[in-house]
């Protein structure tokens, strides 16, 4: 699947970051003056402090990719999933995927030689992981070679 | 609100006023209710006990950056809850 970025994903996942930092925040003086004791106030806190981590590793990671890319990859499966694919996998999906981009982008440029012009070389920009899912990036040099 | 015919993930807030979380913590069962992992294990609900204006109700009307990417969907898109008065 390709996603052509038109907004900031990382911008839009710090803000959510921010407004569970402040419900943290929020939590800890309503329990404070509620006069929670130590192990209710531990409770009360567990859902903020989870969703923080989860924020921070697993949606900002992928935010930061998107925005950085100008090709996304998401595949399934179960060789997919978890959050390190395997190198096997990941070798085959982005020789594939450089051999599709670069097929197209020679037959749209034109370009008939069978060596790859080096201003169509791609760029590889990162994995992000999920419970079911990788996301793998490629990047098209946006200047061409003199 | 979901799409699944059989969501695995629940997320649930009690909107509890300010005032009654005093009352809430000295009650015999608080720490069950507190307990989110006793509660979804019961329930199969994650439940979240917060005085309104909720912040984790806002949360859960915003789409991960994965799901909605997948759905091919802007990163400010909101999906919809569901208010049950008691």
Partial sequence: ?146 | VTDKPSPGDIGGVLDLPRADFARLLVHPKALQLLDRAAVKKTYEVHLFIEPPPSPMAAFFQRMRPEEAIVRGVQPDACRGILRVSL
């Fill in chain 1, 1 to 146: 699947m390709t996603q052509s970025v038109a907004v900031n994903w990382t911008s839009e996942t710090k803000q959510r970051v921010r407004e569970i930092q402040d419900g943290l925040l929020s939590m800890s003086a309503l329990a404070k003056e509620s006069g929670a004791t130590d192990e209710q106030t531990s409770l009360l806190l567990e859902p903020y402090r989870e969703m923080l981590a989860m924020l921070y590793e697993r949606d900002m990671p992928l935010a930061k990719l998107v925005d950085e890319s100008a090709l996304l990859l998401h595949v399934h499966g179960k060789f997919a999933a978890g959050p390190s694919p395997r190198v096997s996998v990941l070798a085959k999906l982005l020789t594939q995927t450089r051999d599709q981009v670069i097929c197209l982008a020679k037959q749209l440029g034109g370009v008939t030689t069978l060596r790859v012009p080096a201003f169509l070389d791609t760029t590889f920009v990162g994995v992000g992981g999920g419970a079911y899912s990788s996301a793998f990036q490629l990047q098209m040099h946006r200047k061409r070679a003199t």
